[in-house]
């Protein structure tokens, strides 16, 4: 039986390098070689927070673009050789939630992401994919590696914050962290038509790319209360939603439901971990009968987001690339980059790993 080496999470707060037999091909899946990598902050919530459970010897990593190197019998779009766009969310399209429209969810509650949740990731020599023909994208020509690898979560999760963020032609919104989803997010709610986009955020590498993205004020949050800057900001009105990225379970909602307008939206992209509870201030949220909605989702997967995310790159709507601030050549350096995004230095955003 054939073997590859990967990166894994040996148990909680311990990885190290294993070796694996390949997975076998069904009739429907393929088997990718990944030529470029990226490490996410998931990663570092699923080893060091536990904020999925235990799990052993499971590969870590859901962003990668790659090389097929099989298919199975049953495969017709997707053929040996091809370079493809690999999304973080490959769901089961068959699924009843996928029919409903929320293809992200089926099986489970977060079913549809499977690499390092379920199965072995993609920071290996090799891994599985499954319904090819549905969960792969070719890769287009003029795009490159590191290009399309940030559009697989950042860009899908953070564009999904703005979609499902009801942002009104004109309107105003506010994007509470700025890492890569954030900024993602400020440049979905830029091509969704939002006038006045407040980025909440202090890094200056952070601050520089949402500004190219599309923001027109910065939140130093260090300075005072979000919601108490944005209030001042709009003479008292609000924004008209708001995007969290990040932050904490505490203050962040409390700031978000205080900077939104009646009728607005709160829409939530960040993972949230390292307690049990959201606090929803009650008296902010008009004892429940502001008419503040709140909604939140898991990345979008699947052929088609991947197409049309590549297709607002290569017409140069935004420039995905910006995301990236440290490279690395050569498998072994995985390590190199998830401890990297685990430390979080003030230059980065995200790093990735070329492969081949």
Request: hydrophobic share 50%; aromatic share 4%; no cysteine.
């Given at each position: 039986m054939a073997t590859f080496k990967g990166f894994a999470m040996k148990k909680l707060n311990e990885t190290g390098w294993v070796e694996k037999e390949v997975p076998e091909c069904g009739p429907l899946d393929a088997i990718v070689r990944p030529t470029c990598v990226s490490p996410c902050?998931?990663?570092?919530?699923?080893?060091?927070?536990?904020?999925?459970?235990d799990r052993k010897d499971m590969v870590l990593g859901h962003e990668a673009v790659g090389v097929v190197e099989e298919v199975g019998s049953l495969v017709k779009n997707i053929k040996v050789g091809d370079k493809v766009i690999v999304p973080a969310i490959t769901p089961d399209w068959d699924d009843e939630a996928a029919q409903r429209g929320y293809p992200s969810q089926t099986t489970e509650p977060l079913g549809g992401w499977k690499f390092s949740n379920f199965?072995?990731?993609?920071?290996?020599?090799?891994?599985?994919?499954?319904?090819?023909?549905?969960?792969?994208?070719?890769?287009?020509?003029?795009l490159t590696d590191e290009a399309a690898v940030m559009l697989v979560d950042m860009w899908s999760t953070g564009m999904m914050g703005s979609e499902n963020?009801?942002?009104?032609?004109?309107?105003?919104?506010?994007?509470?962290?700025?890492?890569?989803?954030?900024?993602?997010?400020?440049?979905g709610a830029a091509l969704l038509g939002a006038a006045d986009i407040y980025a909440a955020g202090t890094r200056p590498i952070s601050v520089k790319v949402a500004k190219e993205y599309g923001a027109t004020e910065i939140i130093n949050y260090r300075e005072a209360p979000i919601d108490e800057q944005v209030r001042e900001a709009t003479d008292g009105a609000g924004v008209d939603s708001v995007i969290i990225a990040g932050g904490n379970l505490t203050n962040t909602w409390k700031e978000a439901v205080a900077s939104t307008k009646a009728g607005g939206t709160i829409s939530n992209v960040n993972y949230l971990s390292g307690a049990d509870d959201v606090l929803i201030p009650r008296v902010e949220w008009g004892c429940g009968m502001s008419n503040i909605n709140i909604t939140n989702g898991l990345c979008p997967g699947g052929r088609v987001r991947m197409e049309r995310l590549a297709r607002l790159a290569l017409t140069n709507r935004a420039d995905p690339e910006l995301l990236v601030t440290h490279r690395f050549k050569g498998l072994e350096k995985i390590e190199d980059a998830l401890y990297l995004m685990k430390d979080k230095p003030k230059d980065l955003i995200k790093p990735i790993v070329k492969i081949d």
């Open positions: 902050t998931s990663d570092i919530h699923t080893v060091w927070e536990g904020a999925i459970g199965k072995d990731g993609v920071f290996g020599e090799r891994f599985h994919v499954n319904l090819a023909d549905a969960n792969l994208a070719l890769m287009p020509e003029g963020a009801n942002i009104p032609l004109g309107g105003s919104v506010l994007v509470i962290g700025i890492g890569a989803v954030g900024l993602s997010a400020i440049a």
